[in-house]
């Protein structure tokens, strides 16, 4: 380590267990933790010298939910190339271990240290943990559900025809054959052929499935 990192190192941890939040430094070249501070190891159940014997990839997987890295994982890629000052914001799911419930963070990462030539050598990450009764949290974790399941099932929903996706929008109102049929002036045979087409492409077991697709697409 330069002396340059050395010293901003020493600086953080004079203080660091005195945050409310768990706070990671991680080395860029190899995503290797460099530290964690008290709180995130309680939160994790772990200290510093077992996650570094682990390496950056099981610490990953044993710890969060790899579902939610889709979509931070990329903008800190982002940030690691930039060369400005900004920082960015995103949820993720962590627990201490595979027999534990998910709990909610909001992050916030930021690069912590660079080269001579302006490279990030070092980002920093602070996490803190949402009250898992407050009502931001339902929601959120509500959100974070829906992402998965578009990310699940995005490949099926592609397959529906303009048609069919108008037929699923009031299938999932709960209209009948003839219903639809009427709706969007076609014979109520048409209208039952595009609902089966639609059971066996979106795989759907029950109406409850059906609805669960129109709301996530935005249907109804």
């Not at 010293?7 to 005195?18: P, R």
């Not at 077992?50 to 889709?70: C, Q, R, V, W």
Request: hydrophobic share 40%; aromatic share 8%.
């Amino acid at each position: 380590m330069d002396q340059t990192f050395t010293q901003k190192l020493s600086n953080i941890q004079s203080i660091a267990d005195e945050l409310p939040s768990a706070l990671i430094i991680h080395e860029v070249e190899t995503l290797q933790i460099v530290y964690m501070n008290s709180v995130g190891l309680n939160i994790l159940g772990t200290t510093l010298d077992e996650l570094k014997a682990m390496g950056p990839e099981t610490y990953h997987i044993k710890y969060f939910n790899t579902e939610d890295s889709d979509e931070y994982v990329p903008k800190i890629l982002h940030l690691i190339k930039s060369r400005t000052q900004e920082h960015i914001s995103y949820f993720q799911q962590a627990r201490a271990s595979q027999h534990a419930e998910w709990q909610l963070f909001v992050s916030t990462t930021n690069v912590f240290a660079r080269n001579e030539a302006g490279d990030a050598t070092h980002i920093l990450t602070l996490a803190s943990m949402l009250d898992p009764v407050h009502h931001i949290t339902t929601k959120v974790n509500r959100l974070m559900d829906d992402i998965s399941f578009l990310r699940q099932n995005n490949l099926l929903f592609l397959t529906l025809t303009r048609r069919e996706k108008e037929v699923l929008k009031y299938i999932a109102m709960g209209m009948s054959s003839a219903e639809i049929g009427a709706k969007l002036f076609i014979a109520p045979a048409t209208a039952e052929t595009h609902r089966k087409n639609i059971k066996n492409k979106l795989r759907l077991k029950n109406h409850y499935d059906a609805v669960r697709f129109a709301q996530a697409y935005n249907l109804v």
